[in-house]
């Protein structure tokens, strides 16, 4: 091992016992806010929607995600029911997880006790943790990944490890592309930061090819579907590069929100990590870690990614800032006093903007003094931040759709399908509408183009729309039965129920036009 500031590197177990403190705090914190969010009314969100029927339809790929999600999502709803806490609990697991290895990181790099907890205080309070943690996604599990795959390289490097455990590297790599696509980003970063550091002398092992061959096995079945189905993941990235979709920000916003969204009092943490990783001596068996992240930053920036695609290989920073801290303090309070800090703007701002712990009208009260839901990923606007508006509606929407449907003569009942625009709303009435009595919900959107058309003919449509002048030329009688309207939805969801009559030609001849890849 390297030499270091530290004599000894402090025994695995009481860092272990730190970090599963700080795991539980962290998955406590997630379960106690949902549940109470849930009395708050915040509901479903739109992507869990979906996620739970990708789960009810597992498939070896998707058209906007790999395999790990859906599974992740029937995993947690057979286990822990159909209610917003219970899908959720695999998420909070995944948050727990990253707040502990971001422990062990830090242990690993030499830092003891306090630098544990400030760096364990820093991953928890970043906003961007505590948002993608809260509700069912790819990201909540994405960071664990890619931290397993930083320690066991940091491990190997430092001589700690033998290089067999390579092999567990290439099963955390294969997981994470399995989980979400740009982690392949993340170890082509990798590679090449180690390839222009010293440590390129460890890739030329056997053990390291073993672990490419591990790596390919486990995402060749996606690889294999996407091939069958002629690459539609990146027929919609290409759409949406080429679209107005996302808000592209230039290099220096996009450096500024790094700070923001990892909360701003905890940047001289991560940046000083960088600095130390980058130039200190006691950190050259990781050099290639701070090669890693700028070349991974560069590569984001450059495709005009979101900004918070970056934010899974925070965590081995803060572990990197807190040890950096510790050494330069020298004294034991400073690194106390910082975390206090941190904790403090996590329980005043993290906290109550980034989780279902206010009511919607006292949120917007608080959060404007923290100028919160200005700066946005999508073109989409909102009364609140997307990931809580798109908490809300869901449930009176399907409801809308089911008085109308109920409404019908059985005989036209009988005939009656569900078209929908988007997956958000596909997904509410398949998952919240049996038990309303409502039939499978169809759409062009994402995979559920591949879903189909459900045997409907187009005799007898409802829908949700914003102009009757969209379907006249499809259907021979347009039907307005009124608007659709909640409080807090994505302003983009206040819309009309039509019945659609007399389709003149059928969903199956025509159902190529609506592919909505987007």
């Known amino acids: 091992m390297p030499a270091t500031n530290f004599d000894v590197r402090d025994s695995l177990r009481p860092a272990l016992v730190l970090a599963g403190g700080f795991a539980l705090l962290t998955l406590a914190l ?101 948002v993608a943690d809260n509700y069912l996604s790819m990201n909540s599990w994405e960071p664990c990944f890619w ?8 491990r190997i490097a430092d001589e700690s490890w033998s290089p067999r455990w390579w092999i567990a590297f290439g099963v955390l790599a294969g997981l994470g ?41 486990i995402a060749l079945p996606n690889f294999l579907w996407q091939w069958q189905h002629h690459w539609p993941t990146y027929e919609l990235l290409n759409n949406i590069a080429h679209s107005d979709k996302n808000t592209k920000l230039p290099p220096l916003a996009f450096l500024l929100q790094q700070a923001n969204m990892l909360l701003i009092f905890s940047a001289p943490l991560w940046i000083g990590g960088l600095g130390w990783l980058g130039f200190a001596r006691p950190a050259k068996a990781w050099r290639f870690v701070a090669v890693t992240y700028l070349l991974f930053l560069a590569m984001m920036m450059a495709m005009h990614a979101k900004d918070y695609y970056v934010a899974p290989i925070y965590p081995v920073l803060f572990a990197a800032g807190a040890v950096w801290f510790v050494q330069a303090t020298r004294r034991g309070w400073p690194a106390y006093a910082y975390a206090f800090v941190i904790a403090v703007f996590m329980v005043a701002a ?40 798109d908490r809300f509606g869901w449930e009176e929407m399907t409801q809308g759709i089911a008085a109308r449907y109920n409404s019908l003569p059985p005989e036209e009942r009988a005939k009656t399908g569900i078209f929908c625009g988007n997956y958000g709303e596909a997904s509410a009435v398949n998952v919240l509408g049996p038990k309303y009595g409502l039939p499978v919900a169809i759409s062009g959107h994402q995979n559920y183009f591949y879903w189909g058309w459900h ?11 914003d102009d009757p002048k969209n379907y006249v030329k499809s259907y021979e009688e347009v039907i307005d039965l009124g608007a659709f309207d909640a409080p807090w939805i994505m302003d983009h969801e206040h819309l009309h129920y039509f019945l659609l009559k007399h389709r003149k030609v059928s969903y199956a001849a025509e159902w190529p036009e609506f592919k909505y890849w987007y």
């Open 177 to 217: 592309i399995e989980n979400k696509d740009s982690t392949v980003f993340f170890l082509v970063a990798l590679v090449l930061g180690m390839l222009v550091a010293p440590q390129r002398r460890l890739l030329w092992s056997k053990w390291v090819a073993a672990a490419i061959g591990v790596i390919f096995l």
């Open 30 to 130: 997630h379960i106690a806010c949902s549940l109470y969010g849930s009395r708050l009314g915040y509901g479903f969100f739109r992507d869990e929607l979906y996620f739970l029927v990708c789960g009810h339809h597992l498939d070896w790929g998707y058209v906007d995600q790999p395999p790990l999600v859906a599974l992740q999502a029937r995993i947690a709803e057979t286990l822990f029911g159909l209610t917003p806490t219970g899908i959720r609990i695999l998420s909070f697991a995944a948050g727990a997880v990253k707040v502990g290895l971001t422990g062990l990181l830090t242990w690993q790099l030499g830092g003891r006790r306090r630098a544990q907890m400030l760096a364990m205080t820093a991953a928890l309070a970043a906003p961007v943790f505590l």
């Open 350 to 389: 993290t906290i109550p903007i980034g989780l279902t712990v206010l009511p919607p009208e006292a949120y917007v009260r608080w959060a404007a003094h923290f100028g919160a839901n200005k700066t946005r990923t999508e073109k989409f606007s909102s009364p609140l931040p997307q990931y809580l508006s």
């Open 147 to 154: 931290m397993g795959c930083l320690f066991v390289a940091l």
């Open 455 to 465: 045997g409907y003919t187009g005799e007898s449509v409802l829908t949700l729309g």
